[in-house]
């Protein structure tokens, strides 16, 4: 019975998206106050049936009700509630729940927190995010209804549940993402209300700001966290594989990222407007496309000879639906924008251009490095894989540009500047950085590379104009420490935001220049040393879990005779599905991780065993952890909270 | 007059993602035979998985060292994999050391496939939940993997071994490795 209660409430709130987004546009064609209105109310009870259906589901995933088919293909009543309760979005049909949950969250907080403005502008967003949701509404309903029932035969228990999605890294990861994603959508539909209303100025631009923040920080804490859990989980020492997937969470970070800075400009100087207009389209147009490479199976994890088609063209049509309407309404409105804003060659303005080109260049490499493999068969070239050494090389040559310019802009002021007044501090900066370098290399680097070098080059580079600046900054007018209290929000997040970058690309560079991997034979008693560190392998114990056996190996670490930790890697074979399962021992460190992994004891008793060493890897999740934060507090800054004064001040 | 030229530079976007439509639409029917594997080069996941007649023999990754060999994927679900079979047969009877890995599947329905049909397999495995499967990323049934004799993976094959390919192509890769 609940389960279709779960199911008619999904019904439910299809219809009011389906009227927040009729009754508000008649209401403003009409002239109906009462109608404009009622755009917040409709917003907020979809919501709430949305809610009561994903409360549902996910109730019956802890009381175990096998008689759902979704349930019974994913779940089963051995496992922790926890991991019942993550399994609701462990599959198809429940994440697809959990978007559209998650879309009528961020409308509900757009209808919720936007008291400021125009009650007609906001009953045009709420419209589309309207629209939006009803298109996944029928898509959930139609293709992909989690409450279908097994009856009459339905199973006692359920399937078993993979040990690898056990995990509390994926229980996490999905929603973040998902809320990253589905953020978007606030952008694009305040980009879509401005067109329709054909008033594209920078109070649009500064509405957007944000939610296109808040969106963004979630989708580089969710990209972030999904590294770090194939790092741990998986067991493959890699942290990133260009794989679908992730590519399809990339690209549109990639955008959102083009879109937060060229937001900047609108917002201050006017300027851009129709291209960042094309950016928040394009944001939420890759999320979408995102969803249909990776739901329609088209790249990844497709069964290629019984395929079923149907839930990969409804997403098209759907697809083609928004975006190509969408890009349509912009060929034809952002033709009348004008912009006013005035700007020399060498200004902010140019140098936040050279941010977006660069990006989009690199989201240019992403999404043909993901699409060409299915152009090039299309059109009969036979089939082809475009895999990391094609990235790689890409980005090892796009990020020069960017970090140098990275570097650079902040000091650069709007409008125009002049060439020779920032001679000394970015002189100052090259010195800082090149000395620091060298330094950093010195100790960490085992050997010198080019890449190497130019990585952290980079790194410190931006990291050195970035705190030269803000020392510029703070000192301007008051004395240092005064003046560094007295920085606003959101020169703060551009700084951490910025210095997060910086840590990222010197932890990706270590890690790919200095990381070693060895797979060796170690017998107990013996031992392997490099880079300063002895891994002695001293027992193995018999390893006794809930469900499991295995073995532990017992290691002991030295540094240059120090003792340092002792690591102990597991093998456990799960003991119901005969399944043999890594748990691989991390010590976790700023400059180092150590990574050991036991794999098959062999014939003569020696063990093989798999040891990583891991420089500064831990750099590359820290640094996206900064720019999150730095997201987050570009949204306290002020004028964000008190809209008011800047409005009457505007 | 700007103001058209202006629309229709400002169409571009729409008609790039007219293209890309075309394509995704295509790419939907489409039927990817040959993909590349991330884990060419590499040598085969660790694993323990059982034989498929017997519940109480388990085999693990050193069965692929010391001969080259193929590892085929199959599945009683699998139409074309009833298609494929024959073909397996005939390069089992040239000599031809070929592994399988029966795939999400039922142990019951499996072996009386390979008791009817003949088996042409030295070694038989049973993978009930995909795992190792997950861990070559297979797509689906069949596919076969090329190893060589120090258990490295060089080839992936997407879709049915006929004749046709394995004298094509297939052939000449299969002889060329170590």
């Known amino acids: ?650 | 007059m700007a103001n058209t030229r202006k629309m229709l530079t400002l169409s571009v976007p729409l008609l790039l993602f007219f293209v890309v439509c075309i394509f995704l639409f295509k790419g939907l029917y489409s039927d990817p035979r040959k993909l590349d594997s991330a884990l060419i080069g590499k040598a085969v996941p660790e694993f323990i998985l059982q034989d498929i007649y017997d519940e109480n023999k388990q085999h693990d990754a050193s069965i692929f060292k010391g001969k080259k060999m193929l590892l085929n994927v199959w599945a009683t679900w699998c139409p074309t994999c009833y298609a494929e079979h024959k073909f397996l047969n005939k390069l089992a009877a040239q000599d031809i050391y070929i592994v399988g890995m029966n795939y999400k599947d039922d142990r019951k329905k499996a072996i009386r496939w390979l008791t009817d049909l003949k088996d042409p397999y030295k070694i038989s495995l049973f993978d009930k939940d995909g795992m190792l499967g997950m861990d070559l990323g297979v797509y689906g049934a069949p596919e076969t993997y090329f190893i060589d004799s120090k258990g490295i993976i060089q080839y992936r094959h997407v879709g049915d071994l006929n004749a046709r390919l394995w004298n094509e192509e297939l052939k000449a890769l299969f002889n060329g490795m170590q």
């Not at chain 1, 994603?181 to 008033?199: K, Q």
């Open chain 1, 1 to 650: 019975m609940l389960a279709e209660i779960g199911q008619f409430t999904l019904a439910i709130a299809c219809m009011f998206a389906l009227l927040q987004t009729v009754y508000p546009l008649y209401g403003i064609y009409a002239r109906q106050q009462n109608a404009i209105e009622s755009a917040k109310m409709l917003t907020i009870l979809q919501f709430v049936f949305v809610s009561l259906s994903f409360v549902i589901l996910s109730y019956l995933f802890l009381a175990n009700d096998f008689t759902v088919t979704y349930i019974a293909t994913n779940s089963n009543s051995a496992l922790p509630w926890y991991y019942r309760l993550s399994a609701v979005w462990g599959a198809h049909e429940g994440s697809l729940l959990l978007w559209v949950l998650l879309l009528a969250l961020w409308s509900c907080a757009v209808a919720v927190m936007s008291k400021r403005l125009p009650v007609e502008s906001i009953a045009r967003v709420l419209a589309v995010l309207g629209l939006l949701s009803v298109g996944f509404y029928l898509f959930v309903l139609l293709t992909s209804n989690p409450f279908l029932r097994t009856l009459p035969y339905f199973p006692v228990d359920g399937r078993d549940l993979n040990p690898l999605l056990q995990d509390i890294g994926l229980i996490l990861h999905p929603p973040m993402l998902y809320m990253g994603y589905v953020g978007f959508s606030v952008a694009f539909a305040f980009a879509i209300a401005a067109l329709m209303e054909g008033r594209l100025d920078s109070a649009w631009a500064k509405w957007s700001r944000p939610w296109t923040m808040a969106a963004w920080v979630f989708l580089t804490i969710g990209i972030a966290l999904g590294s770090w859990w194939a790092y741990y989980e998986l067991g493959w020492g890699g942290w990133w594989f260009w794989d679908p997937v992730e590519n399809a969470s990339f690209m549109p970070w990639i955008a959102g990222t083009a879109l937060i800075h060229s937001l900047a400009v609108s917002e201050k100087r006017g300027v851009f407007k129709s291209w960042t207009v094309l950016l928040a389209i394009s944001a939420f147009s890759l999320s979408l496309l995102g969803t249909f490479l990776v739901r329609s199976g088209i790249l990844v994890s497709v069964h290629a000879f019984a395929s079923d088609p149907e839930r990969g063209l409804f997403i098209l049509a759907f697809l083609i639906l928004v975006i190509g309407g969408s890009l349509l309404l912009y060929a034809v409105q952002a033709s009348k924008v004008k912009s006013r804003g005035r700007y020399r060659l060498f200004s902010r303005e140019t140098m936040l251009l050279s941010n977006n080109i660069l990006l989009i260049a690199a989201l240019i490499v992403v999404l043909l490095g993901t699409l060409l493999p299915l152009v090039h068969k299309e059109i009969g070239l036979g089939s082809i894989s475009i895999g990391e050494p094609f990235f790689n090389s890409m980005f090892s040559i796009l990020v020069v540009p960017f970090a140098l310019f990275l570097g650079v802009a902040p000091f650069v002021r709007w409008k125009r500047q002049s060439i020779n007044e920032l001679f000394k501090p970015l002189l100052h900066s090259l010195i800082i950085a090149t000395v620091i370098t060298l330094l950093f290399l010195y100790s960490f680097a085992s050997h010198f590379t080019w890449l190497a070098l130019m990585g952290v080059f980079l790194g410190f580079w931006v990291l050195s104009c970035t705190c030269y600046e803000l020392y510029l900054r703070a000192t301007h007018r008051f004395s240092l420490l005064k003046g560094l209290t007295k920085l606003g929000y959101s020169h703060w997040a551009m700084s951490v935001g910025h210095a997060g970058f910086a840590v990222m690309i010197i932890g990706i560079t270590m890690t790919q220049n200095y990381s070693i991997e060895r797979d060796v034979k170690l017998h107990i008693g013996e031992s392997i040393r490099f880079e300063h560190y002895d891994f002695h392998f001293d027992a193995v114990e018999a390893l006794q879990g809930k469900n499991y056996t295995g073995s532990v190996g017992v290691f002991t670490i030295k540094k240059d005779g120090q003792y340092v930790t002792t690591m102990k890697p597991e093998k456990r074979i799960y003991t119901v599905q005969r399944m043999p399962m890594t748990e691989a021992a991390i010590d976790a460190g700023v400059t180092r991780d150590l990574y050991i992994a036991m794999g098959e004891m062999l014939p003569d008793g020696g063990w093989a065993v798999r040891i990583y060493y891991k420089p500064f890897i831990r750099w590359i999740w820290f640094g996206p952890l900064m720019m999150g934060f730095a997201g987050i507090l570009m949204m306290l800054d002020r004028r964000y909270r008190v809209k008011k004064v800047d409005e009457e001040e505007a």
